[in-house]
């Protein structure tokens, strides 16, 4: 089975902080994705990553960076963490071309900012 | 933007009942995508129709696709308490991977 994990599953920061939030899979996948969830607004991606060194804007990237250094870890970045990015941080990965492939997610991380 | 618009939002039907979701969307597709999400937990992947498939079975599940009316339908039958989950739709919007999903539905099986 794919295995995606978050580092953390709760995290708390305060305003102003540099964030890091890490994902690793364990499948060779090529595709990597971070997503933020907010109630009623579901899922919204930020970034995704197709290959080493690659990474594309999703619909919500300011505020934002991504590092993708080797091909299982997808690193998400708050460079100045804000309170309005308090929410749920959920990573996925994907094999192949194209949008048939299933997502796979991680756990997610909770993410409080103070 | 959002793609999806599932209908309804909340759902809560007793044990061995049929539960059926909706999703709108508003582009067209190559294909759609049905996930579930336990409280706390990530998504996971149910069921994948293609734009030229009208209907798919997986287990418990049926989900239709109707690209005319861009809308699909998914059909959980004989419910039981271990579907309590939210449920989303996602839409391939173009380029590589990229899906979007829609706000999902929330349904609770009562036992």
């Known amino acids: 089975d794919v295995k995606v994990t978050q580092s953390s599953r709760y995290l708390v920061k305060r305003t102003g902080e540099k964030v890091f939030l890490e994902c690793v899979q364990d499948m060779d996948h090529e595709n990597m994705f971070w997503y933020r969830q907010d109630p009623g607004l579901g899922l919204r991606l930020i970034y995704f990553s197709y290959d080493v060194k690659m990474k594309e804007k999703g619909d919500i990237p300011e505020g934002y960076s991504v590092s993708r250094e080797k091909k299982e870890r997808f690193s998400l970045i708050l460079e100045s963490a804000s309170t309005n990015q308090t929410s749920m941080y959920l990573c996925a990965s994907s094999s192949g071309q194209g949008s048939y492939q299933p997502q796979h997610f991680g756990d997610g991380t909770r993410l409080s900012i103070l | 933007s959002q793609q999806g618009e599932e209908d309804p939002q909340a759902l809560s039907i007793q044990e061995g009942e049929n539960a059926t979701m909706n999703c709108s969307y508003k582009t067209s597709i190559n294909n759609l995508q049905w996930y579930r999400q336990n409280s706390g937990r990530g998504l996971v992947h149910l069921i994948l129709?293609?734009?030229?498939?009208r209907e798919k079975h997986s287990g418990r599940l049926r989900v239709t696709l109707d690209t005319s009316k861009k809308s699909s339908s998914l059909l959980i039958t004989a419910s039981r308490a271990a579907d309590t989950a939210s449920y989303f739709c996602a839409t391939d919007s173009g380029g590589y991977q990229k899906v979007t999903f829609g706000t999902g539905t929330k349904l609770q099986v009562i036992p």
């Open positions: 129709i293609r734009s030229n498939e």
